[in-house]
């Protein structure tokens, strides 16, 4: 059974380790194996941790012949982003930069997952700072997406190495984060599920950050059981005798309601994203969802404040790491350095005027899902491009990071929560996602949907 193990979903071996028949130990040898032989070169994890996962699958093979387990991933190995802290490990956030950072302690989230059981590997490659979402870092390497052998081509960010960590088998699940959408399309371009969760609702404490006001955790996984009781664990939910799991059930695509945005999000798709997701809606046309199309005017306005008063947060994260970018410039890439220092060249009036206009058009948003339906559209408007031609022209670099992040930072923008789950794949063979937008505080009932539909769009993966 071991070749299959990183085929199988986290609850899956999580479910293997209390039955007995996977031995918690030789589960995370398992992984620590595939990784020292799938990435040599460190582009994937930036930084093992095997120690940690030794003695965490050790206390874990004894709890569980105790009968003592602590969740249903209780001894499951997974993948931390390299923005989370891990007491006594480096956290650099992905930049050289900020190598000889020791993190003095754990990330609240992770010392959730750690009272619940489950068994770190590491730390995984990112985006300088998380600052773009193409996944592209030359300064510390970029895993190539594993989808594409003939042209190597870009995994998506700023969650690079935590999504290829998971679609290569090298870890079962991953911890990412989400400004912009930095859960979600590398979730999409690796065909996996991720998770925005509600801004506020998984703490910041221990994780390093890019904007005070839209930074967010979530999960990348193989499917929406294993995003939902990830959620939980990092919601402390489980540990300290409390083994409480989110409620899937109940949720009927036949009595689903969506709505297709005639604004913006479906406009200027590459041909082999819009053929996918298309096929994906129909499919739940035919499963008997009530699906709309409807013009979403705050879209509009998210697209007017940002073009006029610029991207806020910016400015937030020139404020957090200004010491750091200013005295370190040529240790950070290039167009990273550029866009950073854009917000140190806002003004103070620009941002706030742009945070105060968003913060005004997100109720309508969220009260116009609530009337008509959750929001059904396109993860990312393009497929990802390849590595060297990015690499080649800051041009070309600038625009794919503006397309690639059409439809997802309006969920930032806007405060809400939102999922994408897999629904095909383009011509070149890459994955392909569909996202859910749904009002913040929601991240259950969005849980809930994805659940019910994954099987009807997973027909065309």
């Not at 994780?207 to 006001?213: H, I, M, N, P, Y």
């Not at 969220?366 to 559209?377: P, T, Y």
């Not at 994805?450 to 027909?459: L, S, T």
Request: aromatic share 4%; glycine share 10%.
């Amino acid at each position: 059974m071991g070749g299959e193990w990183h085929r199988m979903s986290a609850l899956a071996l999580g479910a293997g380790i209390e039955s007995g028949a996977i031995d918690a130990r030789a589960l995370t040898e398992y992984f620590l194996e595939r990784i020292e032989e799938a990435d040599a070169g460190r582009t994937i994890y930036l930084r093992l941790t095997p120690d940690r996962a030794r003695a965490e699958a050790e206390a874990a093979h004894r709890r569980a012949r105790a009968g003592l387990r602590l969740s249903p991933l209780d001894g499951v190995p997974i993948s931390w982003k390299d923005l989370y802290d891990s007491a006594g490990d480096v956290t650099s956030h992905g930049t050289p930069a900020l190598a000889g950072r020791i993190a003095p302690r754990d990330a609240t989230v992770l010392a959730r997952a750690t009272r619940a059981g489950l068994v770190c590997l590491g730390k995984t490659n990112q985006t300088e700072f998380a600052f773009s979402i193409l996944g592209l870092n030359p300064k510390m390497g970029t895993p190539p997406n594993p989808f594409d052998e003939a042209v190597p081509r870009i995994p998506g960010g700023s969650s690079s190495g935590a999504a290829v960590s998971v679609s290569r088998g090298l870890a079962a699940a991953a911890i990412g984060s989400d400004t912009g959408g930095s859960v979600r399309v590398p979730a999409a371009w690796n065909g996996l599920v991720g998770l925005k969760t509600s801004f506020g609702l998984l703490p910041l404490d221990g994780v390093l950050g890019l904007s005070t006001s839209m930074d967010s955790v979530g999960p990348l996984t193989h499917d929406v059981a294993d995003a939902s009781a990830l959620f939980a664990v990092l919601d402390g939910r489980f540990g300290a005798g409390n083994r409480a799991a989110p409620d899937l059930a109940g949720a009927d695509p036949a009595r689903a309601r969506f709505v297709l945005p005639t604004t913006l999000v479906w406009e200027a798709l590459d041909p082999g994203v819009e053929a996918a997701a298309r096929r994906a809606v129909e499919r739940l046309h035919a499963a008997g969802c009530a699906i709309d199309e409807a013009p979403v005017p705050e879209f509009d306005a998210v697209e007017d404040l940002v073009g006029r008063f610029g991207a806020y947060h910016a400015g937030e994260c020139h404020a957090l790491w200004h010491d750091v970018i200013e005295a370190n410039p040529d240790l950070i890439y290039a167009p990273i350095y550029e866009r950073i220092r854009v917000g140190a060249e806002m003004s103070a009036t620009d941002a706030a005027r742009a945070k105060q206009g968003l913060d005004a058009v997100a109720p309508a948003l969220h009260a116009r899902i609530r009337r008509h339906g959750v929001l059904l559209m396109p993860t990312a408007s393009q497929s990802p491009p390849p590595i060297a031609d990015l690499e080649a022209d800051a041009e070309v670099y600038r625009t794919a990071n503006t397309a690639a992040l059409r439809n997802t930072r309006i969920g930032n923008y806007l405060n809400c929560c939102a999922l994408t789950l897999p629904c095909g794949r383009d011509g070149n063979g890459v994955p392909v996602g569909l996202m859910l937008m749904a009002p913040p505080g929601e991240d259950e009932r969005l849980l809930r949907l994805g659940r019910a539909i994954e099987p009807v769009i997973a027909a065309g993966t």
